[in-house]
């Protein structure tokens, strides 16, 4: 099976904990197998694979967060980075193109299209296989997945099915509806649209090429950017004819705002945090080196990250988009493929970082116009290049490195580090990456 999982979004609605490298689907908030705390992107890759062991998983995703999926998945899947954000239709055709090109799929396999983020059961992902069999076969032009509606949301969009079968041909697409209206849909059968969309790769490239105009993948992507911001819904789904749709009857959740995603948290409180008895229904989660104690709190959600704090009704969560949207503010915690930063302290001349290594990691070997750098390292073992010098440095060790020197840090085991930065112009776009091999042990 033939998987693209698209990966987007910045998470507005679950600030301060996601932000625009990190978003809802690399949130540790889950009990997993073997107890350890786990992602949705983590628990559905798991998911996928222990229904099919040979599924091959490409995650379509932007580029703020290819180092945080590399960080939780490492070299288990591939990636289709895109160059820019253009919404879901230029996002399948690049991966579509990336499968074919580069990963040599070929036009009469199936593929199926379905987001990261979904809470599900391993039902779910067998009516995925389900689905990617109606794909080959051919019997419609796309295949979608429609989930049994528990509720009149007005969330979710709705498919009009032909009738009541599993497997229906599509009459009609419904845009969200009010709840009186979505009431009048279920009852005729409607369906929720879960984003699940499944074909055979040839006649997605072949909308694809009839839409944009592009050679091959390596010309898509260079011309990423041009492309119109366009959902595969509204460019391919409501112009096809040809749909037929598989009923899902199982547990399914959109975990898109706290009040949805803490009912599938196993968990009340996640970090350094106490409730007393008279709380209810209230979920914290602290990600800060800080204590915190709750009483008397009724049907709330208290986050706290290096991002921000907040403290909210469960119900009014789930409108907090806009005004987080005012709150201007760089990314203060972040996962990458080396490990992890978090800023610890911002002045008018100086920021203080802490960084992450993760054992046989390192940094780009790089330099700075505008800054000073004074590295302390607090845990950990490893070696540090400046100016193509290299040496070992241990807990306690203190690396000054003036503007314009080039330097690197390589983790022997997991290491800490304190960078503090100085200079009247600290912006993470002052770097020149250079080459550098390790050197032989």
Known sequence: MNIILLSGGSGKRLWPLSNDV??????????????EMESMLTRVYRQITTVDSDAQVTIATSKKQVSAIKNQLGDKVSICMEPDRR????????????????????????????????????????????????????????????????????????????????????????????????????????????????FRLGYLLQRAHELIAFKDYEDLFENYSKQQKISFDYAVVEHEKDIQVLRYHGEWKDLGSWNTFTEAMTTNVVGRAEMDGTCKNTHVVNELNLPMLCMGCRNLVIAASPDGILIADKE?????????????????????????????????????IKITLLPGHMLHY?????????????NGHGRVVVDDVERNVTAGDVISLPVGCKHTVMADDRLEIIEVQLGSEISVEDKQKYEWETKQQ
């Open 316 to 352: 009014q969560s789930s409108y907090m988009k806009p005004y987080v949207e005012k709150i201007v503010q760089q990314v203060m915690y972040a996962e990458k493929s080396w490990g992890s930063f978090n800023v610890l302290d911002v002045q008018d001349n100086s920021m203080t």
């Open 87 to 198: 919404d879901t239709f230029p996002a399948i055709c690049l991966a579509a193109a990336y499968l074919h090109d580069v990963q040599g799929v070929s036009e009469q396999e199936a593929v199926v299209v379905c987001p990261v983020d979904p809470y599900v059961e391993d039902s779910y992902f067998e009516a995925l296989k389900e689905l990617a069999v109606m794909a080959e076969l051919g019997n419609a032009n796309l295949s979608l997945m429609g989930i049994e509606p528990t509720y009149p949301s007005e969330k979710y969009g709705y498919i009009i099915p032909e009738d009541a079968k599993k497997v229906s041909r599509v009459v009609e697409f419904k845009e969200k509806p009010d709840a009186k209206t979505a009431e009048k849909y279920i009852a005729k059968g409607a369906l929720w649209n879960g984003g699940v969309f499944a």
């Open 22 to 35: 990190r978003s809802k689907q690399f949130l540790k908030m889950f009990h997993g197998k073997d107890g």
């Open 366 to 378: 790089h330099s700075h116009e505008h800054r000073d750098e004074v590295w302390t390292v607090t």
